[in-house]
C-alpha cells in the first residue's frame, strides 16, 4: 500500500464516520473538504466516492504508516466533535479504529490530550528524507523508487561507482542490491559503508535471503526482503 491509498483511506475513514450517525452535517462536509485538501487527495466527483463508501463492506480503511494512522484517528475524534456533540456510532466507529491500529487505553489518553488541530495532518504530508538507491543489480529499481517516494521520500538513483566517488550523493539512506554473487554483495557492502556508515540498507531478493547473515557480521544494520513495502519505508528511517 502508498502513502497515496493511506491519505485517501484517511478520507474514506472520515467519510465513514460522517455517515455512521445517519445525518450529514454541514460541519462535517466542510471539514471533510478541508481533509482532502491537507491530504492532497483529489476528489473529481464527492457523490460517487460518497456511493462507493457506502456501498462498501469493508469495516475500516487501513492505514499501514503508524504515525499516520494515529494522524488519522486523532482526524476521527475532531470530525466526531465538529457539530458541538459526539454520537454514540461516531464515538465507537473512532474506538473500533483506535483498536485495529493497537491503541491501547494509556494511549488513547495521550492522543486525546495532543490533538493538535493546527499540525493534525502533518505526518501525511512531512518528507521523511532522502533515499539514494544504488543501481547495480537492482532489477526492481522502479517498484522500490515508486514505494518510497509514495511513502514521503525524495530518492535518486546512481551507479555504485560514481557513488563512491561523489562527495555530494549521499542521502539520509543509502539502499543497495545484493548480487547472486555473495562475495560481489560483501565488497560492495563494504564500500558503502565506509563511504556512508550506518546509513546504508541492503535490499534483497528472498533467494538472496542466505546473504543476510554475512552482512551483518561485517557490520550492516538493515536488510530488507523483497517486495519492499510502506512499513519498510518508513523503518528505513528509523534511527538506530
Known sequence: ???????????????????????IRTAEKSFLSRAATKLGVQVADWNGLLREVLGDTTPLYPIQDRDKAVAALKALIVMSKTD???DPKEKQFALQFAKSIGVDK??????????????????????????????DDFEKLDAFLKVAADNGAE?????????????DAAGDRVCFHASEDKDVTLTRCRMLLAACG????????????????????IGLKKCIIEPVYARDIAELFKRD
Not at 500500500?1 to 445525518?23: E, F, P, Q, Y
Not at 541492503?202 to 554475512?214: D, E, N, P, S, W
Open 155 to 167: 530518492v535518486k538513483t546512481i551507479k555504485l561507482q560514481l557513488f563512491l566517488e561523489s562527495a
Open 106 to 135: 494509556a494511549e488513547w489518553k495521550r492522543i486525546l490530550k495532543d490533538i493538535d488541530l493546527d499540525h493534525l495532518f502533518e505526518p501525511f504530508t512531512e518528507t521523511r528524507g532522502t533515499v539514494v538507491a544504488i543501481a
Open 198 to 217: 550506518g546509513k546504508v540498507v541492503c535490499i534483497l531478493t528472498r533467494f538472496q535471503g542466505h546473504q543476510v547473515k554475512y552482512l551483518l557480521e
Open 1 to 23: 500500500m502508498t502513502a497515496l491509498s493511506d491519505n485517501l483511506n484517511c478520507v474514506k475513514n472520515l467519510m465513514r464516520l460522517m455517515c455512521c450517525d445517519g445525518t
Open 84 to 86: 458541538g456533540r459526539v
